[in-house]
């Protein structure tokens, strides 16, 4: 059972999780609009909502510890697999997402693009699966 002082932080995670998914898809439809400060805009939120994101995580985890998957069945390994392959690509992400935005706002719009055709696939993935995984923890499968 998370203590009740934490336990809004999974919702806020997940929020966190789905502003900065619904900040990348408008940064990237307005980029292949030719919109470059509003895609930028877009971009810097979304990589504050993943800072966040992140900030928040950390500290619910430091405080509370692992919340362990109480579903059964077909559940775990599909939560499992979720999960892992989450994990994974958000270790993966950050420097990405950090080389991206630095060539971004340094004019270097070549190299940019070079790297953003492979940030926005896997930050997007990260995000979203971020939040079914929020879903399948604490909605679907809840401990209480």
């Not at 059972?1 to 940064?27: R, W």
Request: glycine residues 6%; hydrophobic residues 55%; positive net charge.
């Amino acid at each position: 059972m998370i203590a009740e002082q934490y336990a809004y932080f999974p919702a806020l995670n997940a929020s966190l999780n789905g502003t900065s998914a619904v900040l990348l898809l408008t940064g990237r439809v307005l980029i292949a609009k030719g919109r470059m400060a509003a895609h930028r805009v877009c971009m810097i939120a979304a990589v504050a909502a993943s800072a966040l994101f992140l900030t928040c995580y950390l500290f619910f985890h430091w405080k509370v510890g692992n919340i362990l998957f109480l579903g059964q069945g077909w559940a775990r390994p599909v939560y499992f697999a979720i999960l892992i392959s989450h994990v994974t690509l958000a270790i993966v992400i950050v420097p990405m997402a950090i080389i991206t935005l630095n060539r971004g706002l340094k004019a270097r719009y070549d190299k940019h693009r070079a790297i953003a055709r492979w940030t926005w696939p896997l930050w997007m993935y990260v995000s979203v699966t971020g939040v079914i995984v929020y879903f399948m923890l604490y909605q679907w499968f809840p401990h209480s």
